[in-house]
């Protein structure tokens, strides 16, 4: 039986919404890990929820990745168990270097919760089997710090790496400034890291996994997760 | 009685008699922490001394009502073992002093009055009036409010799912911020205040006290004058990652058995949790100030029982479970403090290195709290205006158009996407539709909520301004397909000292009254905030409804938007083309005049139960209130939310402008698909209904009208907001 485990810090507050997501793709819940455990049960997947873990008071992610498991889920991460950072999740993974780059406040300087298109730049992934390379993807965003930046020699190692994941677009999948809804940088949603077991995003796939919510397109993503592991 | 000489210059907001009761209860004169205790929790904020006579004359009861007013919320039974936990909590003053915080620390005191009875918070709302939008102050308060809000809600977590913003000049003074909360909670785990038994400890959790926010309350109970701005130190700074953690181990905590009652540490903080605890539970109250837990070192008894710092929190446990509390707090590294015991003396005893700071019994503190019948004068009626009377538009589409994309009737997009409206993953009606619609965990059942008030209209009428706001808020619940359950109230008005204000509110309280009778949806729950004005000016009277409805299957609820071409198009309710307090008439027909629309409570209540029966029979499509603006903003709003038009062909036997944007009440539009079968069941519930037109195109044709395109009624009605935010003139 594949397991997940998703990391709680005092301050998260998607967690229990990737919990639901996780659940019903994998059939099973996952293990709720809380951030002061030195140690982190053996499991296929680790699951970094969003929320403002700290009250993102330094700065967002920041305290988190000091946190003990954080060391123990870099572990994992370097042993190919897949990681998954949402919101959040994936200003954690920068903040202690899983992921390269930073997000920065949105170029708005307002918080946003919308519904956002996005590009799936790479479906050969186990995070995005479930798409198409291309495929335009319609999942909510909301966030205050989610403006993507990385140097010019990092953004050039993403892009010769395929290592994009998604892009904001326009509905028809054409990237521009006016589908940027934060200022991220080359419209950056969400990258992976250079093996491709870790993938960081800002939108959030679980709250669009329920047809009742308006949406599933955040289903496959974690269909995709349950098969890969199981297989 | 007292020799006056001996009065203290500073009586703390309170009379001369107020004070005479002070030395009457204690047989002394009053030592300054006593002073400070007796001025807070007789203030017009803690006391509800000036409406606490007309509050009572509201229907609080229900089968379907646990815990009516009188508890930190109001509590009912949703079915399946579980609750509502709601309440709307005014946060004006404050605000308009210092916005973010102000209403930052709003949201998260009515989360906490939600979450110190058992619940978990599953849903914000709010109901925000701004000054006028040229005002220079305005866009300033607007951001520093809205950020506030997000600021506060987002961070906990819980989502902000809708509310109603409204720009008038009669607010340039003073700001309102109404927060309402709703939370969910097992029947059989619900928490009260009542501190019954002695010797148990008193246990202080959360945050540490610091010198903020003292004599919030008392600040709250005053006008405004020039100098309003010096009153920031009285407003408190909120923490929400800190809420958050005490949320969570509030709530760990509650699912044992450790405690008795649990208060949390609102406007008068430290005084009025354990006065109310101890006065519930008809015990007395020890505290050793020395124990409390400070920001800063140097603090006196004063300013720790008047602090209202935030995410603090007041229990009494069972005897022996304090280690165990203690382990949950320490996991989430907050505050937790033996403080003191309840005895049976019925005093509220408060010892500060080695002294007695304080010593008052607690009875008379609470029931001589001053109540009363203030003087009033009812509001002279205003003559019905008719629709001839009114200028009609050069142009009905134009004057649409001009509606659609006005500050008041405008897409509140801008305002509602800095709240994450989904986070909980439960939203399942988002802001802009006519309630908001939040899925109950794990089952089914959701619960829809909306704010609602139209201040124009209580001006005009008390009476009929209250009623209205009942019915808007029952309709726009109804209109998802819910059934209402139970209201929340928010009393806002300038100073009741004055016989016309006064007036204001006792016609507003009956009206609402009757319409809640009427309805079955009783007041479970309310906040009432009196003095906003500012140099003898009031604000409009602003009595906000919060409503709360159940819907047993979301699969059921319809939303707003037009859906499918083809469809009918159907008024249900008549159309008499009422013009007067309209916004057509304000806005483009020289200003508010005349009588406001009438509620006929019976009609409201067959309309609204005809139409849900429509919709959970599946019969309807898509449903929209008929509100401000009458019915061609409402199809409007339809259209834009769809992205489909529609050719509304019914001949107006009427002034076209009076059809078009009257606001007569108790009407619906909706859509449906089998036109014969649903004019047979309005007549078999003796409805009223219109057929008008048809969905379909890209434009909104109304009849003779120009057509316009739903592009350009949609990009209208996108504009103003983020414009207005974005540019800097006054």
Redesign the interface.
């Known amino acids: 039986m594949s397991t997940a485990a998703v990391i709680v810090f005092?301050?998260s507050?998607?967690d229990?919404?990737m919990a639901?997501?996780l659940e019903a793709a994998f059939g099973h819940a996952p293990q709720m890990v809380w951030h002061g455990n030195r140690a982190l049960p053996k499991v296929d997947l680790v699951a970094v929820p969003?929320?403002?873990s700290?009250?993102?008071?330094l700065r967002s992610g920041a305290m988190a990745a000091n946190s003990p498991i954080m060391r123990e889920v870099a572990a994992a991460a370097s042993r190919g168990t897949p990681v998954l950072g949402i919101c959040n999740g994936f200003q954690v993974l920068t903040e202690c270097g899983l992921l390269p780059g930073v997000l920065m406040r949105n170029a708005s300087l307002?918080?946003?919760?919308?519904d956002v298109d996005l590009r799936v730049e790479r479906a050969d992934s186990i995070f995005t089997s479930g798409y198409t390379a291309g495929q335009v993807i319609r999942v909510?965003m909301?966030h205050?710090d989610g403006n993507y930046f990385a140097d010019p020699d990092t953004l050039k190692a993403l892009e010769d790496g395929d290592r994009v994941a998604f892009r904001y677009c326009a509905p028809d999948g054409t990237i521009s400034d006016l589908a940027n809804p934060n200022g991220s940088i080359a419209n950056i949603a969400g990258i992976f890291n250079e093996a491709g077991n870790v993938l960081g995003m800002m939108p959030?796939p679980?709250?669009l996994a329920?047809p009742?919510?308006?949406g599933t397109d955040g289903l496959p993503m974690f269909q995709a997760l349950a098969e890969a592991i199981a297989a | 009685m007292s020799d006056t000489a001996e009065r203290p210059e500073d009586l703390m907001g309170l009379s001369d008699e107020e004070y005479d009761t002070i030395l009457n209860i204690l047989g002394r004169t009053p030592k300054l922490t006593e002073l400070g205790i007796f001025s807070v929790m007789w203030s017009e904020h803690c006391s509800y001394k000036s409406s606490k006579f007309w509050l009572k004359t509201l229907p609080t009861e229900g089968p379907q009502v646990i815990q009516g007013p009188g508890e930190n919320a109001g509590v009912i039974d949703i079915g399946d073992g579980l609750a509502a936990i709601f309440k709307i909590e005014s946060h004006n003053h404050p605000s308009f002093i210092e916005p973010y915080q102000g209403a930052a620390t709003g949201v998260g005191g009515i989360m906490r009055d939600v979450f110190t009875m058992g619940a978990r918070p599953v849903a914000n709302m709010n109901a925000l009036r701004f000054g006028a939008p040229e005002h220079p102050k305005t866009r300033h308060l607007m951001d520093g409010v809205v950020s506030g809000i997000g600021g506060y809600g987002n961070c906990m977590g819980v989502p902000t799912v809708g509310g109603e913003v409204n720009f008038d000049p009669a607010y340039n003074g003073n700001i309102l911020v109404n927060a309402m909360t709703v939370g969910i909670a097992s029947t059989d785990k619900i928490f009260y205040s009542a501190a019954a038994g002695v010797g148990l400890p008193v246990v202080y959790v959360g945050a540490k006290t610091g010198s903020d926010g003292i004599h919030g309350a008392t600040m709250a109970s005053a006008a405004f004058d020039d100098d309003s701005a010096e009153k920031r130190p009285t407003v408190q700074v909120g923490d929400p990652f800190t809420e958050k953690l005490l949320l969570e181990a509030c709530l760990e905590l509650m699912a044992t058995d450790a405690i008795i009652a649990i208060q949390d540490m609102g406007a008068a903080g430290l005084t009025s949790s354990s006065v109310e605890m101890a006065d519930k539970g008809k015990v007395g109250i020890t505290l050793n100030l020395d124990h409390v837990p400070k920001r800063e070192t140097a603090m006196t008894p004063y300013e720790m029982m008047l602090s209202e710092s935030q995410e603090r929190m007041l229990m009494v446990l069972k005897p022996g479970r304090e280690d165990e509390a203690r382990a949950i707090f320490d996991k989430w590294e907050l505050d937790l403090a033996v403080i003191g015991k309840t005895n049976d003396s019925q005093r509220l005893v408060l010892e500060w290195q080695g002294e007695t700071a304080a010593d008052i019994p607690v009875p008379p503190l609470v029931a001589a709290a001053p109540e009363y019948e203030r003087p009033w004068i009812a509001t002279p009626p205003r003559a019905v205006i008719c629709a001839a009377e009114v200028a009609a538009p050069v142009d009905i589409a134009e004057a649409l158009l001009a509606l659609v994309g006005s500050p008041d009737l405008c897409s509140r997009r801008w305002v509602w996407e800095q709240y994450d409206h989904m986070v909980m993953a439960d939203t399942v009606g988002r802001p802009g539709g006519d309630a908001a619609l939040v899925r109950v965990h794990g089952t089914k059942k959701a619960l829809a909520i909306s704010t609602d008030c139209t201040p124009r209209y209580v001006l005009a009428n008390p009476v009929e301004g209250g009623k209205q706001a009942v019915a808007e808020a029952w309709r726009n619940v109804t209109a998802v397909g819910a059934t209402p359950l139970a209201m929340t109230n928010n009393l806002n008005f300038g100073n009741p000292e004055r016989p016309e204000i006064m007036g204001q509110l006792v016609g507003a309280v009956q009206g609402m009254g009757a319409a809640c009778l009427a309805l079955e949806a009783p007041i479970v729950s309310g906040n009432v905030s009196l003095y906003n004005e500012t140099n003898g000016e009031a604000i409009l009277p602003t009595p906000v409804i919060g409503c709360v409805g159940l819907i047993d299957d979301l699969t059921n609820a319809v939303g707003s938007a037009f859906i499918n071409e083809g469809e009918a198009v159907f008024i249900v309710g008549e159309t008499a083309g009422w013009l007067g307090c309209s916004i057509y008439q304000r806005d483009q027909a020289g200003g508010t005049a005349g009588a406001p629309p009438p509620v006929d409570l019976e009609i409201e209540r067959r309309h609204g139960d005809f139409v849900r029966a429509a919709i959970l029979d599946g019969r309807v499509t898509a449903c929209h209130d008929v509100s401000d603006g009458g019915l061609a903003v409402a199809l409007a709003e339809m259209a834009i939310a769809g992205g489909i038009g529609a050719e509304i062909t019914a001949t107006p036997d009427m002034p076209a402008h009076a059809w078009a944007f009257g606001e007569d009440q108790s009407r619906y539009i909706v859509t449906c698909t089998d036109t014969n079968a649903f004019i047979t069941a309005a007549t078999e519930a003796e409805v009223h209904v219109t057929h008008i037109g048809t969905v379909g195109g890209a434009a909104l044709t109304l009849f003779e009208a120009e057509p316009i395109s739903v592009a350009a009624l949609s990009e209208a009605h996108l504009r103003w907001l983020p414009a207005y935010m974005a540019s800097r003139e006054a």
């Open positions: 005092p301050g507050n998607c229990r919404d639901v997501a969003g929320g403002f700290y009250g993102d008071y307002k918080f946003i919760c919308r909510p909301a205050h959030h679980e709250r329920d009742l919510l308006g």
